[in-house]
Antibody
Framework: EVQLLASGGDLVQPGGSLRLSCITS????????MTWVRQAPGKGLEWVSG????????HYSDSVKGRFIISRDNSKNTVYLQMNSLRADDTAVYYC????????WGQGTMVSVSS | AIQMTQSPSSLSASVGDRITITCRAS??????LDWYRQKPGKTPELLIY???TLHSGVPPRFSGSAFATEFNLTISSLQPDDFASYYC?????????FGQGTRVHI
């Protein structure tokens, strides 16, 4: 059974850092385009960052490029999102998702950036 | 980066209505576009991929079409389960981009 479990969300001050984790099971991590998507309260979906291709290249939206870093640990079946220089407009539920074939979404983890 | 412009942002409808939601891409994306439905408090569900292919298990009242850089999602007869938000997602290039969303309400 495919499962994605996101964690690490918290309340953080502007300028702070946070690392999100997405523990996966039921499939091979590198066979799919693992992705982070966020949704600000009452707003729409925003694609944030993801892997692509056999070489597992990394990609970022313009809004997070230079501040966020996506990575993975295949031995732990886990994808990470290191978030630095956080701003108020980064406040959102962060979902990890598996794209390619049947999509799967984790339940999301809440990140709040506020002083 | 490719931008997706989705319209309308909100739509009032009734059970049984036929509705169409549109996404326009800022540049050519072939037919590399997916449609998702998101019910309140839930994660998004894939409805259509490659602009017009119905995802497994999705009812045939959903259909997708494409004309150059304009993509449409049509629901032929709205059901109570369809009062939700809808998003397009371009899968042609990175970074990916969702449309702004369409909230379908009674």
């Amino acid at each position: 059974e495919v499962q994605l479990l996101a964690s690490g969300g918290d309340l953080v001050q502007p300028g702070g850092s946070l690392r999100l984790s997405c523990i996966t099971s039921g499939f091979t991590l590198t066979d799919y385009a693992m992705t982070w998507v966020r949704q600000a309260p009452g707003k729409g979906l925003e694609w944030v960052s993801g892997f692509s291709g056999p070489e597992q290249s990394t990609h970022y939206s313009d809004s997070v490029k230079g501040r966020f870093i996506i990575s993975r640990d295949n031995s732990k079946n886990t994808v990470y999102l290191q978030m630095n220089s956080l701003r108020a407009d980064d406040t959102a539920v962060y979902y990890c998702a598996r794209f390619g074939g049947q999509p799967y979404w984790g339940q999301g983890t809440m990140v709040s950036v506020s002083s | 980066a490719i931008q997706m412009t989705q319209s309308p942002s909100s739509l009032s409808a009734s059970v049984g209505d036929r509705i169409t939601i549109t996404c326009r891409a800022s540049q050519y994306i072939r037919h590399d576009l997916d449609w998702y439905r998101q019910k309140p408090g839930k994660t998004p569900e894939l409805l259509i991929y490659a602009a017009s292919t119905l995802h497994s298990g999705v009812p045939p009242r959903f259909s997708g079409s494409a004309f150059a850089t304009e993509f449409n999602l049509t629901i032929s007869s709205l059901q109570p389960d369809d009062f939700a938000s809808y998003y397009c997602l371009q899968t042609y290039a990175f970074p990916r981009a969702f449309g702004q969303g369409t909230r379908v309400h009674i």
